[in-house]
């Protein structure tokens, strides 16, 4: 066989200096501005939005959308970065930065141009926050049923339903919600921009969670709310194929919170294992634990290695991106959290107080298997792919 031509994927096996400078900056205010606060946010169930809103000033507000758009316009590669290094600082804190950013290059990549001159500039600013608004009571993995309806009413349509565990309700700006225009199934399916102040918006309380305490999760509750025509993203019947476009990156996104979460779970126990002495010598002197320790090592840089070529593949449209998303979600998300319990076992009794930061890291690891399309689902499309099915 013929030897390949280095091509634009090769390349990201290694990371240039500018990537190795945006992962730095973004370690730099985990370390400073999220970790520490991060168990303090979580106790009080606080969601920081004026420390969130300071990501902003580093670019992070619309991290890969146009620079035209007013957006950072960076990669995909560059957003799996930041959002590993955030997570060092505050896994959940980081989640949510990723889903503004979804809803921020929706509008970017499905919006027209004065969509995105009406939305943008204030989103990549985060003078305005995002949430993404699929889920719904009766539907999760099986979103293309969702039942909110959006009524075509003279120049506007009239949304009534309710959204399911919506990240960031209540604090945000903007919701993007997806609603029925036409028949069932993924093709009766539009996007919209709703706006918080739109009359018959509410909230529903917030949840009480395990993890990702310091971002509220509620309802997004729609009774009449009255959006103009001009608020529908897209065509209608295209908001299902947005919806599951927003996702793909989404995926990468959170899998990467799962990386940055367990790296510093893992670093942890590093310092902890040096430091805790038994049977007269430090922990890390013991062999069955240092072999644990390159395990953990090990299964990170495979499912991070993995995770870049996803996002590479996603960066050039390539057309097995949603695929190779969704096993690195899967495979992120699994490995970031196996790692992190591991990291709260070798700590001992000590993992399981609050203080020492690993159960926490464990609580908020825990819900990225199942967010942004559960793990089983992730599986399902791969799987399709290879059996060529639709379900
Ligand atoms: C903290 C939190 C924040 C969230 N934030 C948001 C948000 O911001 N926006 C939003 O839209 N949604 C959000 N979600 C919703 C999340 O995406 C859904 O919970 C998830 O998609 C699963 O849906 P479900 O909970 O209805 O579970 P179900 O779909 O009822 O699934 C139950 C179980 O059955 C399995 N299952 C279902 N179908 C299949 C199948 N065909 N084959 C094999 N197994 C299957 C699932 O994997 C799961 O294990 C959030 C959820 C949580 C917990």
């Excluded at 027209?112 to 001159?117: K, L, M």
């Excluded at 293309?144 to 009524?151: P, V």
């Excluded at 930061?357 to 690891?365: A, C, H, Q, S």
């Amino acid at each position: 066989m013929d030897a390949q031509p280095a091509d634009a994927e090769t390349t990201q096996f290694a990371l240039t200096e500018a990537q190795r400078a945006i992962s730095e900056m973004a370690r730099n205010f985990a370390d400073e501005r999220l970790a520490p606060h991060a168990l303090d946010w979580d106790e009080r169930k606080h969601f920081p939005v004026d420390v969130i809103r300071e990501t902003a000033t580093l670019g992070m507000g619309g991290i890969y959308v146009r620079e035209a758009s007013g957006g950072s316009g960076l990669s995909r590669l560059d957003a799996a970065l930041i959002f590993e290094a955030l997570a060092t600082g505050c896994p959940s804190i980081s989640a949510y930065i990723s889903i503004h950013n979804m809803v921020a290059w929706m509008i970017d990549r499905f919006g027209d141009a004065a969509q995105r001159a009406r939305f943008l500039p204030k989103l990549c600013a985060m003078d305005w926050l995002g949430a993404y608004c699929l889920t719904e009571p009766g539907s999760g993995s099986d979103a293309a049923a969702l039942k909110t309806r959006a009524a075509r009413d003279g120049d506007g349509y009239v949304l009534d339903g309710t959204k399911q565990f919506i990240s960031g309700a209540g604090a945000s700006d903007i919701y993007i919600v997806m609603a029925r225009t036409g028949g069932a199934g993924p093709k009766g399916i539009s996007t919209f921009i709703v706006p918080a102040d739109t009359g018959g918006v509410s909230f529903g309380t917030i949840e009480r969670k395990m993890g990702w305490n310091a971002q509220p999760t509620r309802q997004v509750i729609l009774e009449g709310a009255r959006v103009p025509a001009a608020n529908r993203l897209g065509a209608e019947g295209d908001g299902f194929r947005i919806a599951m476009s927003g996702l793909d990156g989404g995926r990468l996104n959170i899998g990467a919170c799962s990386l940055g979460g367990a790296q510093k779970a893992l670093e942890a126990s590093i310092a902890y294992l040096g430091e805790r002495q038994a049977f007269g010598k430090p922990l890390n002197e013991f062999q069955a634990l240092q072999f644990r320790l390159a395990d953990m090592a090990t299964g990170l840089e495979a499912a991070r290695v993995f995770l870049w070529h996803a996002a590479a593949a996603l960066d050039r449209s390539a057309p097995d991106a949603t695929r190779l998303c969704a096993m690195a979600k899967r495979i992120a998300t699994d490995t970031g959290f196996d790692v992190a319990n591991q990291a709260l076992q070798l700590h001992g009794g000590y993992g399981y107080l609050a203080e020492y930061g690993i159960e926490k890291i464990v609580r908020d690891l825990r819900v990225h298997q199942i967010l942004e399309g559960t793990n089983e689902i992730m599986r399902l499309i791969v799987a399709r792919g290879m059996i060529g099915r639709n379900a």
